[in-house]
C-alpha cells in the first residue's frame, strides 16, 4: 500500500468504533505529517466522546502540524457550536500561536457562559501577551461577566505587570476577589513583606469569598509567617470552606507548625486534604497519626495514606503488608 492510501485508510481509521484504532491512526497521521490530515483530525477532535487520553493523543498529532492545523481551528471558534469552539480554545492553549488570540478573545467579548473556561484557559495560556487587552477588558468592557472573567484570567498569569494591576484593584469591590488570588503569585514579589502585608488584611473581611482568598493567597505564596494566622481563621470562621482552604493553604506552605493542626483532620471528611497536606509538608511526627487512620480506613484511602508514609521515609520491616490492598 502506497503512502497515499496508508493515510486514506488512516482517516478512514478515525472514525473507528475501536477506541485503540482510532488512537493509533491519530498517532500515525501525526507522525506522517500529510497535510490530508488536519481537516479530519479536527474533526475528531470536536467530535470526541472517548476518554480524555483520546482527545490528547489527536491534539498531539495536530501538534506536528503548527502552520497549518491552527487556521481550521479558528475556524471553528467562529462556528457558533458550543461544543467546537470548546473543543477547539483546549487546542489552541496548546499551539499559544499568536494568530488565535485575537479570535479567543474576540469570544470573550461575547460573553457565552458555555464555553468561558475554555476560552480562559486558553488566553491564560499566552501568558504575558495577554495581559494588556486583558486589562483593557477589565477597565472599559460594558458586560459586567467579561469584565469579570477578564480579570478572572488574569488571576492566573503570572507577570508582575498583572501584580500591579492588582494591587490597583484591591478597593474595587468586583475584583477584589480575583487581585488578592493574583497577589498570591509568589513568582512576582520583589518585597514579601509588602505583598504580605496588603493580604493579610483581607482575612478580616466581612466578605467570606474575599477571606477565601486571602488564606488561598498566602497559602501560594508560602511564607511560614501566615501558618498562626490561617490556623486562627478556622475558630474565627468554622465551616467547610474556611477548612478546606485552610488545610490546602497550609500544605502548600509546607512548614511543620502545621502538623498537630493537620493530624487533627485525619479523623473527619477532610482526611484527604489533611493527608495530600502532611504529605507537602513532609514532616515525621505525622507518621503514627497516619498509621493510626490507616487500619480504620477503606481501601481507597489505605493506597493514599502508603504513598503518604512512603514519602515521609516510613518503611516497616514487612514491606509487603505495608503495600496491601
Given at each position: 500500500?502506497?503512502?497515499?492510501?496508508?493515510?486514506?485508510?488512516?482517516?478512514?481509521?478515525?472514525?473507528s468504533?475501536?477506541?485503540?484504532?482510532?488512537?493509533?491512526?491519530?498517532?500515525r497521521?501525526?507522525?506522517?505529517?500529510?497535510?490530508?490530515a488536519?481537516?479530519?483530525?479536527?474533526?475528531?477532535?470536536?467530535?470526541?466522546?472517548?476518554?480524555f487520553?483520546?482527545?490528547?493523543?489527536?491534539?498531539?498529532a495536530?501538534?506536528q502540524f503548527?502552520?497549518?492545523?491552527?487556521?481550521?481551528?479558528?475556524?471553528?471558534?467562529?462556528?457558533?457550536?458550543?461544543?467546537?469552539?470548546?473543543?477547539?480554545?483546549?487546542?489552541?492553549?496548546y499551539?499559544?500561536d499568536?494568530?488565535?488570540?485575537?479570535?479567543?478573545?474576540?469570544?470573550?467579548?461575547?460573553?457565552?457562559?458555555?464555553?468561558?473556561?475554555?476560552?480562559?484557559?486558553a488566553?491564560?495560556?499566552y501568558?504575558?501577551?495577554?495581559?494588556?487587552?486583558l486589562?483593557?477588558?477589565?477597565?472599559?468592557?460594558?458586560?459586567?461577566?467579561?469584565?469579570?472573567?477578564?480579570?478572572?484570567?488574569?488571576?492566573?498569569?503570572?507577570?508582575?505587570?498583572v501584580?500591579?494591576?492588582a494591587?490597583?484593584?484591591?478597593n474595587?469591590?468586583d475584583?477584589?476577589?480575583?487581585?488578592?488570588?493574583?497577589?498570591?503569585?509568589?513568582?512576582?514579589v520583589v518585597?514579601?513583606d509588602?505583598?504580605?502585608?496588603?493580604i493579610?488584611?483581607?482575612?478580616?473581611?466581612?466578605?467570606?469569598?474575599t477571606r477565601?482568598s486571602a488564606?488561598?493567597?498566602?497559602?501560594?505564596?508560602?511564607d511560614?509567617?501566615?501558618?498562626?494566622?490561617?490556623i486562627?481563621?478556622?475558630?474565627?470562621?468554622?465551616?467547610f470552606?474556611t477548612?478546606?482552604t485552610v488545610?490546602q493553604?497550609l500544605g502548600?506552605?509546607g512548614s511543620?507548625?502545621?502538623?498537630?493542626?493537620?493530624?487533627?483532620?485525619?479523623n473527619?471528611?477532610?482526611?484527604q486534604?489533611?493527608?495530600t497536606?502532611?504529605?507537602?509538608?513532609?514532616?515525621?511526627?505525622?507518621?503514627?497519626?497516619?498509621?493510626?487512620?490507616?487500619?480504620?480506613?477503606e481501601?481507597?484511602?489505605?493506597?493514599?495514606?502508603?504513598?503518604?508514609?512512603?514519602?515521609?521515609g516510613?518503611?516497616?520491616?514487612?514491606?509487603?503488608?505495608?503495600i496491601?490492598?
Open positions: 500500500m502506497n503512502e497515499q492510501d496508508v493515510v486514506t485508510q488512516l482517516i478512514e481509521n478515525l472514525s468504533p475501536n477506541l485503540e484504532t482510532r488512537m493509533e491512526a491519530a498517532k497521521l501525526g507522525e506522517l505529517r500529510d497535510d490530508r488536519i481537516e479530519p483530525l479536527v474533526r475528531a477532535a470536536l467530535n470526541y466522546q472517548g476518554p487520553y483520546e482527545f490528547e493523543e489527536i491534539v498531539d495536530l501538534l503548527p502552520d497549518a492545523a491552527v487556521p481550521v481551528l479558528i475556524e471553528a471558534l467562529k462556528t457558533g457550536n458550543f461544543g467546537y469552539q470548546g473543543y477547539a480554545a483546549q487546542i489552541l492553549a499551539f499559544k499568536d494568530r488565535a488570540l485575537s479570535p479567543l478573545l474576540d469570544c470573550l467579548d461575547e460573553g457565552i457562559k458555555d464555553i468561558m473556561t475554555f476560552i480562559t484557559h488566553l491564560a495560556s501568558g504575558e501577551k495577554a495581559v494588556r487587552p486589562i483593557e477588558r477589565v477597565q472599559t468592557h460594558p458586560n459586567p461577566f467579561v469584565r469579570h472573567m477578564a480579570m478572572y484570567t488574569l488571576s492566573y498569569i503570572s507577570s508582575p505587570s501584580a500591579l494591576f494591587e490597583q484593584q484591591l474595587n469591590s475584583n477584589q476577589s480575583r487581585a488578592i488570588i493574583a497577589l498570591g503569585d509568589p513568582n512576582t518585597d514579601m509588602q505583598r504580605l502585608g496588603l493579610i488584611p483581607f482575612l478580616n473581611s466581612d466578605n467570606s469569598k477565601l488564606i488561598h493567597a498566602l497559602g501560594k505564596l508560602g511560614e509567617r501566615s501558618v498562626e494566622l490561617l486562627e481563621q478556622l475558630d474565627l470562621h468554622p465551616g470552606a477548612e478546606t488545610i493553604a502548600w506552605i511543620s507548625k502545621a502538623v498537630d493542626t493537620l493530624t487533627d483532620f485525619l473527619g471528611p477532610f482526611q486534604l489533611a493527608v497536606a502532611l504529605e507537602e509538608i513532609g514532616d515525621k511526627r505525622a507518621i503514627p497519626a497516619l498509621l493510626s487512620v490507616r487500619e480504620s480506613s481501601r481507597s484511602f489505605r493506597y493514599q495514606i502508603n504513598g503518604a508514609l512512603k514519602k515521609l516510613y518503611f516497616p520491616a514487612d514491606y509487603a503488608d505495608y496491601k490492598d
